[in-house]
């Protein structure tokens, strides 16, 4: 694996041309169906889902979406989606708990929409109860993390089984920048945050809030995006394969525990330092 630091990570992840989920759900899925509304308010862009087919087997796909161009940056607002996109993903989870599609997830957001105007309408709740449905999920569900991954925006779309990181993804309770703001009131420390706050991958993986690791190409996905697919697309194979061998009440039980048992190694009264 290419060795970066955590700063440079950072900026891979951030990478405008970097592949996207609208990028993935095309080169990865067939017959996909996208569905829009909350069916409360009006339609979020900035996340995408639907229905879709992986190498013939009925699926939903739900992701955060960022957009390149300028104009595509602004509709889908940066991929910091409000309380609609939120109650969108929870329609379109609920949909295949019904009718028993596996779930897969693709997190690239640097985080919820933090507007007055989103908290008026709800984000708070929106994003609990996304938190809440998936942790009651009896589907399988794997999440990717593809890019950034921003505090409670990301975790949204990623109480999974299965939590899957490219190589220089990272994933993190909040932006280096907002990390050194507060630790030290000086955004421009960032740099030094990077390293402090142990988001990228290999980080996550020691720590057990990610299950596996994805090799990018040299420089990055945006290098070679067709083997990152093929990278992705294998690991999707071999995760759905694993998770379809579980019954629908031990997915729901496995993913509570593995959420559940995260930093519990770190806790005070299993003599942990601290």
């Known amino acids: ?47 995408l889902g639907g229905v879709a087919r992986f190498h013939g087997r009925p699926v939903t796909v739900i992701g955060h979406r960022k957009g390149r161009t300028m104009e595509e940056k602004l509709r889908f607002n940066f991929g910091m989606p409000g309380p609609e996109g939120y109650r969108k993903a929870q329609r379109l989870m609920r949909q295949a708990e019904k009718f028993g599609r596996p779930i897969i ?25 996304c938190l809440a449905l998936m942790s009651s999920l009896t589907v399988p569900v794997v999440a990717v993390v593809i890019g950034e991954g921003g505090s409670g925006g990301a975790l949204a779309l990623g109480v999974a089984n299965r939590v899957l990181m490219l190589e220089n993804a990272v994933y993190s309770v909040l932006s280096p920048e907002g990390f ?32 596996a690791v994805l090799k990018e190409p040299e420089g990055g996905a945006h290098t070679d ?50």
């Open 1 to 47: 694996m290419s060795v970066y630091t955590p700063e440079q990570k950072v900026k891979l992840a951030r990478y405008p041309g970097r592949p996207g989920t609208a990028d993935y759900i095309q080169n990865l899925f067939t017959d996909f169906f996208e569905q829009r509304g909350d069916r409360q308010c009006r339609d979020d862009s900035s996340i």
């Open 105 to 129: 997830t693709f997190i690239d957001t640097p985080g919820a929409y933090p507007g007055r105007d989103a908290e008026e309408r709800g984000q708070g709740e929106a994003i609990a109860q």
């Open 180 to 211: 050194a703001s507060i630790l030290w009131k000086d955004a421009s420390r960032s740099g030094e945050a990077c390293s402090v706050m142990k988001l990228t991958a290999q980080d996550l993986r020691s720590s057990g809030v990610v299950q």
């Open 225 to 274: 995006p067709q083997a990152v697919y093929r990278t992705v697309d294998a690991a999707l194979r071999r995760e759905l394969a694993a998770l379809g061998r579980v019954n629908k009440r031990s997915l729901a039980r496995q993913r509570y525990q593995l959420f559940r048992s995260m930093g519990q190694d770190l806790h005070p009264a299993r003599g942990a330092a601290v």
